[in-house]
């Protein structure tokens, strides 16, 4: 069965505490894995898609990586706005183009 | 400026009563989803629809039903027969050809009383 496992659940982080949360998946030939940040009270915003092991991708101090069964978020030096749940998703063959998602990772970053 | 608008923010509905939660998109993209997010439980989807006149159900599309009778409009109606109503509902979309990122809604936070 296809499935996406996050964790923590939750994570608490002094600012500039760098950290990294944890996306393990089992899927039937990845199509794309997919990260995610949501506040409280809105809709997911899209950060990356990694399509294949070894991928890299950077936006300001958030850098996702993929392996054949895992992803982590890397936060560096993280701000008070890094605070968000961090969802991650995946796409494979037998969806249809449907995600399955993670329950997603609370982060809390206080000043 | 291009995006995804679902409309009203909040809606409070008496049990019994249907409701229908609009989105609609301006992104020219071909496949449109609707998930419900309750605490602790992450994104389950409702129903989605990959092209217009078309639609499939998701993982719990008891009590819901969907119509997508144009490219930019995928509207979800939440019907009596729902038994846990109260729940906060996103819309996405995205291209229908495989590996691309589903672009989401603000969302809609239903409560039924």
């Known amino acids: 069965e296809d499935q996406v496992t996050q964790s923590p659940e939750a994570l608490r982080l002094q600012e500039g505490e760098s950290s990294s949360l944890n996306c393990s998946y089992t899927?039937?030939?990845?199509?794309?894995l997919f990260w995610y940040r949501q506040d409280p009270g809105k809709g997911p915003e899209f950060l990356f898609t990694?399509?294949?092991a070894g991928e890299e991708k950077e936006k300001e101090r958030l850098k996702a990586t993929l392996t054949k069964k895992e992803s982590f978020l890397h936060i560096t030096a993280p701000k008070p706005e890094d605070s968000a749940t961090y969802l991650c998703?995946?796409?494979?063959?037998?969806?249809?183009?449907?995600?399955?998602f993670g329950q997603g990772t609370e982060l809390s970053v206080k000043p | 400026d291009g995006g995804i608008t679902q409309s009203p923010k909040y809606l409070f509905r008496k049990e019994g009563q249907n409701v229908t939660l609009s989105c609609e998109q301006n992104l020219n993209h071909d496949a449109m989803y609707w998930y419900r997010q309750d605490p602790g439980q992450g994104l389950r989807l409702i129903y989605y629809s990959q092209i217009v006149n078309d639609f499939q159900k998701g993982d719990i599309a008891e009590g819901y039903s969907v119509s997508r009778e144009k490219k930019e409009s995928f509207p979800l109606t939440v019907t009596s027969a729902q038994k846990n109503p109260t729940a906060f509902y996103l819309c996405a979309s995205n291209h229908r050809d495989r590996g691309y990122e589903q672009y989401f809604g603000p969302g809609t936070r239903l409560t039924v009383t």
């Open positions: 990694l399509y294949s």
């Open positions: 998703a995946v796409q494979g063959d037998n969806q249809g183009g449907k995600l399955i």
């Open positions: 899927v039937s030939g990845l199509r794309g």
